[in-house]
Structures are given as structure tokens and as C-alpha cells.
């Protein structure tokens, strides 16, 4: 029987997969077979992350650049498609965060989430379409709770993937008749990963957050993995606009959600 999750010969460029989620993602397709294209704005980090793909048997490959910047994300891009061939699969994950309010943050601190996450979302897409397959390519984005969700000290968050959510329905609009689908995935609370870390920087802290989750407990790096591997595969592929929370429940609310104070302590 043909695994329908098998990605040999296929290649995946993933914006952001020097760590966290998007490292979690580019190690599973590449697990899975495809050649792994990595950028991140640390070079250090991104031979690191390649490296690390290399020991456990994939194939990948990394380039630096930083996703506020159209002309380094189009050279990154570009040498990545002569090396590799058009992009089957093209995930957006680069992302800034910080715990601040409204009052408490400066115009530049807010620009520089936005320009990140938002800026960053459509430079990567824009520049690459040319490169993306066509018709077959997967675009995945990756979101957040925040999108839709007001949160205190997260207005810079919230602004910026709220655009990410609309630039991902938009696109699937306007790529469809290339054949190519856009989604985006929300991972809720993510265990071992730096987004994590900061949100929740104390053990209680995590504590509180993993209590909030109806199914009670945070989501692993494999569990946002499984879902971009099944969105970029023959199973999903009437799917296209489509925002997917991949959070235990933890977006429904109810008795369960998290009174935001615990970010303050």
C-alpha cells in the first residue's frame, strides 16, 4: 500500500525552521523523505538546525536571511529553488512576541512584531510563488490563538495575525486557479518551544496554562508536525483558506479558559 504521507521527492522550504514548531515541521517532512530547504535570520542557528537534520538521515539544506527583508528573502529563495527545484510544500513561520501592554510598549516594538510576523507572512509568500509547484503546491502559514482571541499585553500579537489569518484566505483566493492551497495552522500551547517559554516563564506559569486546556495538558512539536504533513498531502486536497486550531480545545473557552492575570505575576 502507497503511504500517503511519504514526501520522497518532494521539496519543502520552511521560512523560520531554525526552531521551535517550524523546526518540529521541517524534521517531520523530512523524516517523511523531502528535501528540507531552512531559513532563519541566524545563520549559526540554521546550520545547527540543518545539522541536526543531516545526523538523524534527512536532507536539508539552510540559508540566512531575515523575513523583514524582501531582497534577502528573495536571494534565500532563489538559491534554494536552483538547488533544489520548485517548492512542493512552502510553510511561514517566523515570529516575534513579548509580554507588554498597549501603554507599555513604544511604536517601534509594535512595527517590529507586525514586520515579523505579518510583513514577514507576505514577503515570504509573495516572493515565492514563482517558485511554488504549479498546479499541487501547499502554503502554510502559521498563526495563533491571538488572531482571534483579544489578549491582554498581546495587542502587538494580536494586530499581526489577525492579518496573517486574512492574508491566508485572501491567497487561497487568488492562487486557486494555480492549483496551489493555502492554510494556515494555530497551534495552541505548545510545550518545549521559546514562544512557550516567554508567555510562561515560571513553572506555575505553565502549570496554569496546561490546566486551562480541555484536554488537559500542552501540545507536543509532533502533534502541529502531523497536521502540516496531512494538509500538504493528497488528504487535504479540497482544503484550501482554511485556519485550523491544532490547541487540545484550548480556543473554545469556558470553565476552562485562562484568566490572563497570570501573565502579569
Not at 103 to 132: E, K, Q
Amino acid at each position: 500500500m502507497t503511504d500517503i504521507l511519504d514526501f520522497t521527492g518532494k521539496t519543502v522550504f520552511v521560512a523560520g525552521g531554525s526552531s521551535g514548531i517550524n523546526l518540529g515541521i521541517a524534521q517531520a517532512f523530512a523524516q517523511r523523505g523531502a528535501r528540507v530547504a531552512i531559513i532563519s535570520r541566524s545563520q549559526e542557528r540554521v546550520d545547527a538546525a540543518v545539522a541536526g537534520i543531516r545526523a538523524l538521515g534527512g536532507d536539508a539544506h539552510g540559508w540566512s536571511a531575515d523575513v523583514r527583508d524582501p531582497d534577502a528573502v528573495m536571494a534565500a529563495l532563489s538559491s534554494a529553488h536552483a538547488a533544489l527545484g520548485d517548492f512542493d510544500v512552502l510553510v511561514s513561520g517566523a515570529a516575534g512576541n513579548f509580554l507588554a501592554s498597549a501603554l507599555g510598549m513604544s511604536s517601534n516594538a509594535f512595527r517590529t512584531v507586525v514586520d515579523i510576523d505579518l510583513n514577514g507572512t507576505f514577503n515570504v509568500l509573495r516572493h515565492a510563488h514563482p517558485y511554488l509547484r504549479k498546479p499541487g503546491a501547499s502554503v502554510i502559514n502559521i498563526s495563533a490563538p491571538q488572531a482571534v482571541n483579544p489578549t491582554p499585553l498581546q495587542a502587538h500579537v494580536c494586530a499581526a495575525k489577525a492579518g496573517v489569518d486574512m492574508l491566508t484566505r485572501v491567497l487561497a483566493m487568488e492562487w486557486g486557479a494555480d492549483g496551489i492551497r493555502v492554510n494556515a495552522i494555530t497551534p495552541g500551547p505548545i510545550a518545549d518551544t521559546e514562544g512557550m517559554r516567554r508567555m510562561a516563564p515560571t513553572d506555575e506559569a505553565m502549570a496554569a496554562v496546561a490546566r486551562s486546556v480541555p484536554l488537559g495538558r500542552m501540545g507536543r512539536l509532533d502533534e502541529i508536525a502531523n497536521i502540516a504533513l496531512m494538509l500538504s498531502s493528497p488528504l487535504a486536497s479540497f482544503v484550501t483558506g482554511a485556519i485550523l486550531p491544532v490547541d487540545g480545545g484550548s480556543s473554545l473557552g469556558g470553565a476552562r479558559k485562562l484568566d490572563a492575570s497570570w501573565t502579569q505575576r
